[in-house]
């Protein structure tokens, strides 16, 4: 109940405030001095002129090196001119039906995956000049080629669709220019649009040719017409340009008009209303949610944590069989790594804690989120590439590539390779489909994008995270039993880390989707660490299982069914005592003491604690085989 009244209070602050705000500004018209003003204005003249100034020359630069080159340049014709402002009526005139059909938050997510995409290589091209002899002495200068070649399904005849160069200049850019792109995308802000907007202009400007004056006059007559008739002649472009979010247009900021702070009053009103009813209704502070609501978050929290573990783990046994086919060296979890990780997690765990008390909080989860979005696109690939491949529909043409990139360092003539590997269609259909949920969760935050990158980190963690011997499984859980129960309850760090961090780092449901739909937002919620950590346990029993060629998955069957068990112990408790637990302390036992158990009753312990995926390399691991055979 405090918490309720306190935002009741906050919201009437807030409205007695706006309508403050409107009672100073009477006249509709932006609050703004005449200095604000001549700022505002002189800098959108400003940005105008630098990338028509700059594009020029650079455009010069490229048609000289085009020449000399001998290649192709790119042109628009007189033709292309003429037709130009009826194509671009057309598509006007389609994203005003489209905004008025379909749900225009919908629409801007579809159209901000293609301007992040576009935007960040605007931004790299731009930076490339500048960034290529100013790097900083401590970032080593590195020089690319990458070459990508294809084979479609079904024949032999391999063609060259990418050879280009490129440097660590452009790498950093890379990273700049996706951070910005984050930073649009999680708030929108005007800075942000106008760093891509400038890269648009400034690259626009450099690449598009016109070859000849004729063919200039055409194209502005044409758009000059277009102008005058979509602005003054129907409410289209105005339609279109409050509907459109993308950084197609400078910013700066304003005052809001009179209208939009009576909108804002209402609508602040309106939620003060809410919550007072809420308040009336919920006097123990509690959240409402019905039995039938609670069941249904609660089962389908288990079922999120159930599917990684159960395909991951089958998964996983595929890949350590055609890694052990292929001889490729398999990345492991050793008996040391496990007994340092609970180490380096507190370390981790306790430095984000200092981080957020210490730096704002909203610009580093837009740092964090720039990371996740990243490993959480290639998690979703690599995810959905298996069920992709076999699965496309028969309009999408299936071609297989290899690609291979080489480096040489500046200064050097040895040249090595970095990457050499082996994707098709499937991947690039996979990557569109993730980019969309990315931007999706960056543009709201949605709990169902949330858990669509949540389980593609779970099941890609359980498939590809190897723990070598039972010993090493044995080590890691019981580290992690005491670093979570001391976290939990012992500080209040995990959990302040837990509400400061913005991340794709666990599954949730809303307990009172039943009541209110898509739009719920009284969650419950389960760590990715209580599902991949007995995850990787559970596929390495698998794999023992597949060892013994017994005909039977026992000890994975065994320890699935305990780690339900151990789950639904851990919703149980914390339903009882309304107190979030760490799961861990339920999961661990049953996933370590079941198997266990099984093992010594089948007369298995021995077998079990000495299977190894793979014989162990290092020093430990020669002592280790050399005491085996002494005895």
């Not at 705000?21 to 940005?47: C, F, H, I, R, W």
């Not at 890694?323 to 984000?352: H, N, R, V, Y």
Request: proline share 4%.
């Amino acid at each position: 109940m405090p918490d309720i009244v306190e935002e009741v209070a906050e919201s009437v602050k807030e409205v007695i405030e706006q309508m403050t705000d409107a009672s100073t500004n009477t006249t509709g018209k932006p609050q703004a001095t005449a200095e604000g003003m001549a700022l505002a204005y002189g800098s959108l003249v400003l940005m105008a002129l630098i990338p028509i100034y700059f594009g020029s020359f650079r455009s010069v630069t490229r048609h000289a090196e085009q020449k000399e080159s001998g290649e192709k340049t790119e042109k628009i014709m007189t033709k292309d001119a003429a037709m130009f402002p009826i194509f671009a009526s057309c598509a006007l005139f389609i994203l005003y039906l489209v905004f008025r059909i379909f749900s225009k938050e919908y629409i801007n997510i579809l159209l901000s995956v293609y301007f992040f995409g576009i935007g960040v290589a605007a931004f790299v091209r731009m930076m490339r000049p500048i960034m290529i002899d100013r790097l900083p002495p401590w970032i080593p200068v590195y020089f690319y080629d990458a070459k990508v070649t294809q084979v479609a399904k079904g024949t032999t005849i391999r063609e060259t669709v990418l050879d280009c160069t490129f440097s660590t200049a452009d790498f950093v850019s890379l990273v700049l220019s996706t951070i910005f792109g984050v930073w649009y995308l999680w708030q929108k802000h005007w800075v942000a649009n106008n760093i891509f907007g400038l890269a648009f202009a400034l690259t626009g400007v450099e690449i598009l040719h016109l070859n000849k004056v004729k063919t200039g006059v055409i194209l502005l007559g044409g758009l000059f017409v277009y102008d005058i008739f979509w602005v003054f002649g129907t409410n289209v472009m105005v339609t279109v340009a409050k509907s459109f979010e993308a950084p197609i247009k400078g910013l700066l900021s304003e005052h809001p008009k009179m209208p939009d702070i009576v909108e804002e009053v209402a609508e602040s009103v309106k939620e003060v209303i809410e919550q007072m009813t809420d308040a009336s209704t919920n006097t123990t502070g509690k959240p409402q949610a019905t039995a039938e609501g609670m069941a249904l978050a609660y089962g389908s929290l288990v079922l999120m944590a159930l599917i990684p573990i159960y395909f991951g783990s089958f998964r996983s046994v595929t890949r350590h069989a055609e890694q052990k086919e292929s001889g490729e060296k398999t990345e492991k979890i050793m008996t040391k790594d496990a007994a340092m990780f609970p180490i380096f997690a507190s370390c981790a765990l306790f430095i984000l804690y200092l981080v957020f008390r210490i730096f704002s909080k909203e610009y580093i989860n837009i740092l964090l989120s720039v990371y996740f979005f990243g490993i959480g696109v290639a998690a979703f690939v690599r995810m959905m590439r298996p069920i992709m491949i076999d699965r496309l529909p028969p309009w999408i043409p299936v071609y297989f590539y290899d690609a291979k990139v080489t480096q040489v360092a500046k200064g050097t003539t040895i040249r090595e390779t970095v990457l050499d590997c082996t994707f098709s269609t499937a991947d690039f259909v996979s990557l569109v489909l993730s980019t969309i949920f990315g931007v999706w969760y960056l543009w709201q935050k949605h709990w169902v994008a949330n858990n669509i990158f949540g389980l593609a980190f779970a099941l890609t963690g359980v498939e590809i995270l190897h723990l070598n011997k039972v010993k090493t499984g044995v080590i890691l859980l019981g580290g992690l039993f005491v670093y979570d129960i001391f976290w939990v309850f012992g500080t209040n760090v995990m959990v302040t880390v837990a509400k400061s961090f913005e991340a794709p780092i666990k599954v949730v449901f809303p307990q009172d989707l039943l009541e209110h739909g898509m739009g719920a937002n009284n969650f419950a919620m389960l760590g990715l660490g209580d599902i991949v950590i007995p995850g990787i346990f559970i596929s390495l029993l698998l794999r023992f299982d597949v060892s013994l060629n017994r005909g039977s998955n026992t000890y994975f069957n065994v320890t699935f069914f305990a780690y339900l068990v151990g789950l639904l112990m851990t919703i149980g408790v914390m339903h009882v005592f309304k107190h979030a637990q760490p799961a861990l302390l339920y999961l661990v036992p049953m996933c370590l003491g079941t198997p266990l158990f099984v093992a010594l009753i089948k007369g298995d312990l021995n077998i079990l604690f000495q299977y190894e995926d793979e014989p162990e390399e290092d020093e430990a691991g020669e002592v280790s085989q050399k005491a085996e055979k002494t005895d």
